[in-house]
């Protein structure tokens, strides 16, 4: 609901996005698969409606991105990815210190043999290039031409 919140009530949410922003990271760590879920959609939305303050949260949104992009549930590490392109997509570079861990893993969930997965990882990679900029994703650019 507080996801969903982010897109008709922006405004309000705005002068709060410290407090939700923790409600939501504490769902990151839930033992519940539901939960999880949950909290990368919320991401997603926040990422999507809550600009530009979002993103000054992003050393602490990156990692809790990064820990579901490794949950061992497919519906959470697809959440994950989604709630990642969009953040990624107002970023810029200060994503470039979280380039190698966050493109080793998006090259493994796109090789994965999960069509939906796949899918959005390659989104997410493509997100995760226009924030970095062309110089800093070179690097990491032959990885993502083997498919």
Known sequence: ALAMCSK???????????????????????????????????????????????IEYYETVLPAIFQTLNDPREDVQEKSCA?????????????????RELMSKLVELANCGKHNIQEIAIHAIAATASAAGKTEFMPYAPATLEW
């Open 83 to 99: 709630a990642l392109e969009v953040f990624c997509e107002n970023l810029g570079d200060d994503i470039v210190p979280f380039l």
């Open 8 to 54: 008709g009530c922006s405004e309000p949410l705005r002068e709060n996005v410290d407090s939700l922003l923790n409600l939501v990271l504490a769902g990151v760590n839930s033992p519940e698969q539901v939960v999880r879920e949950a909290a990368c959609v919320c991401l997603a939305q926040f990422s999507d409606h809550l600009q530009p303050e979002i």
